[in-house]
């Protein structure tokens, strides 16, 4: 009796796709939530990317700033990061000139960042007695998932646009 059932068992085939879907259907599924977590914060990133050069655009346009301007500026930024919240969004707006030979920092506004400004203008960027508007922003991601990512990542971009109008844009009350 035993050895018809081995037999029987042997040869039977119809639960072999389960057994197989259950082997492979973790590891599709944490695949599949990978690059979705992936594709996220690819687009947090590509957001925050044009939210420095939108606002470096935006200053650059502009014959002269003001606090309340820059500050309207900024507020752009944080609705093209929309829909990714926009709590850990911070950015900074500065004006920069070479005289001879030495970057100076003429204004600067940021929102929330309490670091000194992290970048060099490159050597080839403005020549002598010449500004460059430089928007700085840094956005840290955080999953909702939190499935490879449970810290989060923080994206940094820095932009450098020259002035359309004017040599150099002032800002009256920075």
């Given at each position: 009796?035993?050895?018809?059932?081995?037999?029987?068992?042997?040869?039977?085939?119809?639960?072999?796709?389960?057994?197989?879907?259950?082997?492979i259907?973790?590891?599709?599924?944490?695949?599949?939530?990978?690059?979705?977590?992936?594709?996220?914060?690819?687009?947090?990133?590509?957001?925050?990317?044009?939210?420095?050069a939108?606002?470096?655009?935006?200053?650059?346009?502009?014959?002269?700033?003001?606090?309340?301007?820059?500050?309207?500026?900024?507020?752009?930024?944080?609705?093209?990061?929309?829909?990714?919240?926009?709590?850990?969004?911070?950015?900074?707006?500065?004006?920069?000139?070479?005289?001879?030979?030495?970057?100076?920092?003429?204004?600067?506004?940021?929102?929330?960042?309490?670091?000194?400004?992290?970048?060099?203008?490159?050597?080839?960027?403005?020549?002598?007695?010449?500004?460059?508007?430089?928007?700085?922003?840094?956005?840290?991601?955080?999953?909702?998932?939190?499935?490879?990512?449970?810290?989060?990542?923080?994206?940094?971009?820095?932009?450098?646009?020259?002035?359309?109008h004017?040599?150099?844009?002032?800002?009256?009350?920075?």
């Amino acid at each position: 009796m035993t050895r018809g059932l081995i037999r029987r068992l042997i040869g039977d085939r119809r639960g072999v796709s389960a057994v197989e879907f259950a082997l492979i259907a973790p590891i599709l599924i944490a695949f599949y939530m990978g690059v979705t977590e992936m594709c996220q914060g690819f687009m947090a990133q590509k957001r925050m990317g044009h939210v420095s050069a939108i606002v470096a655009d935006l200053v650059s346009q502009q014959n002269a700033v003001n606090v309340e301007t820059l500050n309207d500026i900024m507020d752009v930024g944080e609705v093209i990061m929309k829909p990714f919240p926009t709590t850990s969004l911070h950015q900074r707006i500065s004006s920069v000139s070479r005289l001879n030979g030495t970057d100076t920092v003429n204004w600067s506004l940021n929102d929330g960042m309490t670091e000194d400004p992290a970048f060099t203008v490159p050597a080839d960027l403005i020549g002598n007695n010449q500004s460059v508007i430089v928007a700085e922003v840094i956005y840290h991601y955080d999953s909702p998932a939190d499935y490879f990512l449970p810290d989060g990542i923080t994206f940094r971009h820095v932009y450098f646009l020259l002035p359309r109008h004017v040599e150099l844009i002032p800002c009256t009350d920075c």
